[in-house]
């Protein structure tokens, strides 16, 4: 795997559960999925630490990396809540001779891999999704409507269909001495900041400074009108 710094960042827009009949299946059409979840206690049970994403990586700082990939839980070390993940697909078409079938110029899309029903949902039992609101506007999904507070583990897993992880029966194996173990499909990506509510408190003063504001312009408008029909 490559480095974090280069690796992995994160992934603005909203609404929920995508549904697959607003897509139309292509034949020979590699799909990919993400999905946002808590932590994934199977896998801290192996004793795989999770990856640090720390304080370097900052927010809008776009970066690319390949999936399918290792799957890992990922610490929140940003010093930042994160707020949104956006991702974008960089291979829109695929092509490997040497895989088994082979791919000739195969297009890739966002899809629902895990034959829920839905795009960038989890279907694993224990992690939750983090995020209610997922959007897909061509070769960008967005995750948002949640949060990951700074010092938080969580769990970012990307599939694909068919399965191209190097190693998993189509695409070959990556020799243990090559550290770039990552999957073919090139995503880039980034993340926000988390934007606190005002308080309703807060949000009634704001209301009614605009509707004073508003009723004083009126006022103020009819007595202009006034002054000139006095004047005609």
Not at 30 to 39: D, H, L, N, R, S
Not at 193 to 197: D, H, I, N, Q, S
């Given at each position: 795997m490559t480095t974090i710094a280069t690796k992995i960042a994160f992934s603005v827009l909203g609404a929920a559960g995508i549904s697959l009949l607003s897509l139309a299946p292509a034949s020979a059409v590699?799909?990919?999925?993400?999905?946002?979840?808590?932590?994934?206690?199977d896998i801290i049970n192996t004793g795989r630490n999770p990856r640090r994403l720390g304080p370097e990586l900052q927010p809008g700082q776009v970066i690319e990396y390949g999936v399918p990939d290792v799957a890992n839980n990922l610490l929140n070390a940003t010093g930042q809540n994160i707020g949104s993940l956006v991702f974008t697909l960089e291979t829109l078409s695929y092509s490997n001779p040497n895989s088994t079938p082979?791919?000739?110029?195969?297009?890739?899309?966002?899809?629902d891999v895990d034959g829920d029903?839905?795009?960038?949902f989890s279907n694993l039992s224990g992690p939750q999704d983090i995020f209610k609101d997922v959007t897909l506007a061509g070769d960008t999904i967005t995750f948002s409507g949640g949060v990951i507070p700074d010092g938080t583990v969580f769990y970012n897993l990307f599939r694909t269909q068919p399965d191209l992880k190097p190693g998993a029966g189509i695409i070959p194996a990556i020799p243990p001495e090559i550290t770039d173990r990552d999957g073919p499909i090139s995503v880039s990506s980034y993340y926000t900041?988390?934007?606190?509510?005002p308080s309703s408190a807060l949000g009634a003063l704001a209301l009614g400074a605009l509707t004073i504001g508003w009723q004083l312009k009126k006022h103020k408008k009819k007595q202009t009108l006034a002054s000139k029909a006095v004047k005609i």
């Open positions: 590699i799909f990919v999925e993400p999905i946002v979840t808590t932590q994934n206690q082979a791919f000739n110029n195969e297009p890739v899309q966002w899809g029903g839905k795009i960038g900041t988390a934007v606190p509510e």
